[in-house]
Nanobody
């Protein structure tokens, strides 16, 4: 059974940085495309950043140049480095693993104060 556990969220001032981590267990990490989604209050969940098994990345326009997604197959972990954070980045961030099925972490709160 695939399990995803996120860590690294919290409260930060605007302009600050956070690094989210998501550890996968129960399967072989390297075969999954990985992604980070977020959901702000009253809004739909949106894709923030994704990385394929081959390391190809893509980002939603609002975070380009500020966020970086990466993966470490040896540690079974995907990261989201978030710099120059803005209040509008406040949301619950969810880790996603995709192959034939979608697997989700429980979500982690990121709050950016102005």
């Amino acid at each position: 059974q695939v399990q995803l556990v996120e860590s690294g969220g919290g409260l930060v001032q605007a302009g600050g940085s956070l690094r989210l981590s998501c550890a996968l267990s129960g399967s072989i990490f390297s075969i999954y495309d990985m992604a980070w989604y977020r959901q702000a209050p009253g809004k739909q969940r949106e894709l923030v950043a994704a990385i394929t098994t081959g390391g190809v990345t893509n980002y939603v326009d609002s975070v380009k140049g500020r966020f970086t997604i990466s993966r470490d197959n040896a540690k079974n972990t995907v990261y989201l480095q978030m710099d120059s954070l803005k209040p509008e980045d406040t949301a619950i961030y969810h880790c996603n693993a995709k192959r034939r099925n979608d697997y989700w972490g429980q979500g982690i709160q990121v709050t950016v104060s102005s």
